[in-house]
């Protein structure tokens, strides 16, 4: 027996993984065994040393020679480099995600507003508690190597690193889901990816499997609206609504109970993009949302979202409104239940590396922090099980917890021993408790932190079926179509006619159609036409339209973020370009400058370097396009097309000057809604301009779009 009991979870050498040790920092040992903190400016994780090395540390002179028996001879199997660089190629790779492969991520900050104590006792939702967060966004279907821009679920994961431990939000941007059962999981996502025998089409539904399964598994229907609609395209993650899809329950420091959903708000608004905006930016920059997402943040312009909370009494049968709470096929509008706004979050930095940090993160619903439970939504209930199953796999092991972007910030000390890539150093002799010999770790009481479940009743038989309230697959659809806006109703008919006339087999359409008759008679009979089909019956219920679930704009929001084009070229107006880029910066948002050929645009005192050319710029890249006056004369072809593009896609196109005259001779109809003319960029020109771009989409424009 030793003389002395010794800390059974004493922390490694405060040394990053490759080594390094933080120079000029403080390094302290918490009581507990608790982890070495590093505070210095130096990140002990990055590659160090002026001199490259082998991952042992071992200086080389040469790494573009084998060791060879002589220069033409056969490579040696000595050559301990050789080896150990082509074995760590080979290896680079790890399994990308089954869904959700094609993601996108940042680093940000969570401050709570402090409201939220009566419902809950997590510590990260006190007033005023900053915590910080990794998120990532993604599309479900897509392999890693997809667009971005698919008619798609996106994801919407959350890792707070909280001083209880790590909580994972792991959402999407819409509310609810195509299954109510995760059981059925494999199914979907086999039903939605690329037919097994050509590997084709990626990233998208528009085929015969996915119609397939939905069409016949009629609780589908609500999310297929869902996915339908623009939702299923957003203009960018920051202008993209969160959801956390199910009910949880939450405690209170007095132990009284409330279900729950959570809501991610944006900031910036919701908005989305056009069916042929997403097209082309599919083809002309597959990394549209990523791209929009870094270069923000980069620029000083983060994305932001307020946390809310919709809150439900915690009763028996679990409803709300006649509305099944574990249903995550469902709902609950918010006229009936107001989201309460309980905090921000705000993403301002980019990944290091992608790899380290994007690809590995490992989200998981497990994740709680005390004040926040799961319940019985056989959805939750699944991925309980499943999300950390995955991480074996992907990560190579249990110990995926240990690398840096999963390591939570609050003290670990596990018992949990060895197993692939185990980093941690381990002390003592008895992992085990009870034990009498290690200064081991004593579990919590509830009144230390320690998460404790409330007790609640369980009991019933072992069956294989849902509840009775599971069984209404439309009315929540037909709720879904009745709160939209005309132009928004034309889009979701689009997009069914679309996908469903990239099917083959005729039955499906068919039985796709009878779906729809029970969610709108209109929406059933206006993509029958599309397709050239009969329309069928159905049975539609009456229901009340809610208003939050709609997307078009009655006032301006904000335009951070929002990048306005503007054309010019040899003659332009440059001290208006001067003028115009300070009001748009003023309010958070980019000025391009867009010209004939490349270069630097010089007149007088002013001059701007030119970031785009017809030859390298689409539409999807500007929220807005401004011509500039002074070249009054200016046509090409390629200009044409650029303003046809943003004048069918119903964006705002501005002029000052003698501007309006490019705008006539490419076609572009002056006097239609959202162009904004003016002698000059003055303020009142710029406020004009601004503030349509506010609204996102001149929607009045798109009746005369249609026409045409």
């Given at each position: 027996m030793p003389p002395k009991r010794k800390a059974d979870q004493a922390a490694p050498q405060a040394a990053g993984p490759t080594g390094r040790k933080a120079r000029g920092a403080n390094t302290t040992r918490a009581a507990g065994g608790e982890a070495a903190r590093l505070v210095g400016v130096q990140d002990a994780r990055a590659q160090s040393g002026n001199y490259l090395t082998t991952a042992q540390g071992v200086r080389l002179p040469d790494t573009d020679h084998s060791l060879k028996a002589g220069s033409r001879g056969p490579t040696l199997l000595e050559d301990f480099h050789l080896r150990e660089k082509i074995t760590h190629f080979d290896h680079e790779r790890i399994p990308e995600r089954v869904v959700h492969a094609r993601g996108a991520a940042a680093h940000g900050t969570f401050t709570a507003y402090?409201?939220?104590t009566a419902a809950t006792k997590a510590g990260f939702l006190q007033e005023g508690r900053e915590t910080p967060v990794?998120?990532?966004?993604?599309?479900?279907?897509?392999?890693?190597?997809?667009?971005?821009?698919?008619?798609?679920?996106?994801?919407?994961?959350?890792?707070?690193?909280?001083?209880?431990?790590?909580?994972?939000?792991?959402?999407?941007?819409?509310?609810?889901?195509?299954?109510?059962?995760?059981?059925?999981?494999p199914d979907i996502i086999h039903a939605g990816k690329p037919h097994p025998d050509r590997e084709i089409p990626q990233a998208q539904s528009a085929h015969d499997t996915f119609w397939d399964f939905v069409s016949l598994h009629t609780e589908a229907t609500h999310h297929v609206m869902w996915a339908m609609s623009d939702r299923g395209i957003p203009r960018s993650y920051r202008t993209m609504e969160g959801f956390g899809v199910h009910t949880f329950r939450l405690v209170n420091g007095d132990g009284a109970t409330a279900l729950a959903k959570f809501h991610w708000k944006p900031v910036a608004g919701v908005h989305s993009l056009v069916w042929e905006e997403a097209q082309l930016a599919a083809g002309a920059d597959p990394d549209f949302h990523r791209r929009d997402m870094a270069d923000g943040i980069e620029a000083g312009a983060p994305l932001e979202f307020e946390l809310?909370?919709?809150?439900?009494?915690?009763?028996?049968?679990?409803?709300?409104?006649?509305?099944?709470?574990?249903?995550?096929?469902?709902?609950?509008?918010?006229?009936?239940?107001?989201?309460?706004?309980?905090?921000?979050?705000?993403?301002?930095?980019?990944?290091?590396?992608?790899?380290?940090?994007?690809?590995?993160?490992?989200?998981?619903?497990?994740?709680?922090?005390?004040?926040?439970?799961?319940?019985?939504?056989?959805?939750?209930?699944?991925?309980?099980?499943?999300?950390?199953?995955?991480?074996?796999?992907?990560?190579?092991?249990?110990?995926?917890?240990?690398l840096?972007?999963?390591?939570?910030?609050?003290?670990?000390?596990?018992?949990?021993?060895?197993?692939?890539?185990?980093?941690?150093?381990?002390?003592?002799?008895?992992?085990?408790?009870?034990?009498?010999?290690?200064?081991?770790?004593?579990p919590a009481r509830e009144r230390e932190g320690g998460y404790v479940q409330v007790p609640r009743e369980i009991e019933g038989r072992a069956v294989r079926e849902s509840p009775v309230s599971f069984g209404d697959h439309f009315s929540q659809a037909t709720l879904f179509w009745a709160s939209m806006t005309e132009v928004e109703r034309v889009h979701i008919v689009e997009a069914f006619t679309f996908e469903l006339g990239k099917c083959y087999e005729q039955p499906i359409r068919e039985r796709m159609l009878g779906v729809l008759a029970n969610v709108d008679a209109e929406l059933c009979a206006a993509v029958a036409e599309g397709l050239g089909l009969p329309a069928p019956s159905g049975a539609p219920v009456e229901v009340e339209p809610s208003p939050a679930l709609s997307q078009v704009l009655a006032e301006p929001g904000p335009i951070t973020g929002r990048v306005i084009g503007v054309f010019a070229g040899p003659g332009a107006d440059l001290a208006g370009v001067t003028k115009l880029r300070r009001a748009v910066e003023a309010q958070g948002a980019v000025l391009r400058l867009l010209a004939p050929i490349g270069g630097t645009l010089k007149k007088g005192r002013s001059e701007h370097i030119v970031e785009r050319t017809l030859l390298t710029t689409r539409s999807i890249e500007y929220d807005a396009l401004v011509v500039a006056g002074g070249i009054p004369d200016f046509t090409?072809?390629?200009?044409?097309?650029?303003?046809?593009?943003?004048?069918?896609?119903?964006?705002?196109?501005?002029?000052?000057?003698?501007?309006d005259q490019v705008l006539a001779a490419a076609g572009i109809d002056t006097g239609a809604p959202g162009i904004v003319l003016g002698e000059s960029p003055a303020k009142a020109f710029t406020t004009e301009l601004l503030n349509a771009v506010g609204l996102h989409r001149v929607w009045e424009r798109a009746e005369q779009v249609m026409a045409s």
């Open positions: 402090g409201n939220a990794f998120v990532r966004f993604s599309t479900v279907l897509g392999s890693r190597g997809s667009a971005d821009t698919v008619r798609d679920v996106r994801g919407f994961a959350v890792k707070f690193y909280t001083d209880e431990g790590n909580f994972d939000l792991v959402g999407n941007n819409m509310p609810v889901f195509f299954i109510q059962d995760g059981i059925k999981f809310g909370l919709q809150l439900f009494p915690d009763s028996a049968d679990e409803t709300f409104e006649g509305i099944d709470l574990l249903d995550p096929t469902k709902l609950v509008p918010e006229e009936l239940a107001e989201v309460q706004l309980v905090g921000k979050l705000t993403l301002d930095r980019n990944p290091t590396n992608y790899f380290a940090e994007t690809e590995q993160v490992a989200f998981h619903t497990g994740n709680l922090v005390p004040g926040i439970e799961v319940t019985n939504d056989p959805l939750m209930q699944a991925r309980l099980f499943s999300y950390l199953d995955t991480q074996l796999t992907r990560l190579g092991g249990p110990n995926f917890t240990q840096p972007i999963n390591c939570p910030h609050a003290a670990v000390n596990d018992n949990l021993r060895d197993g692939m890539h185990q980093t941690a150093v381990h002390q003592g002799v008895s992992p085990y408790l009870p034990n009498g010999i290690d200064a081991s770790p004593r090409d072809v390629k200009l044409s097309v650029l303003l046809g593009e943003l004048f069918r896609h119903c964006k705002v196109i501005g002029a000052w000057g003698d501007g």
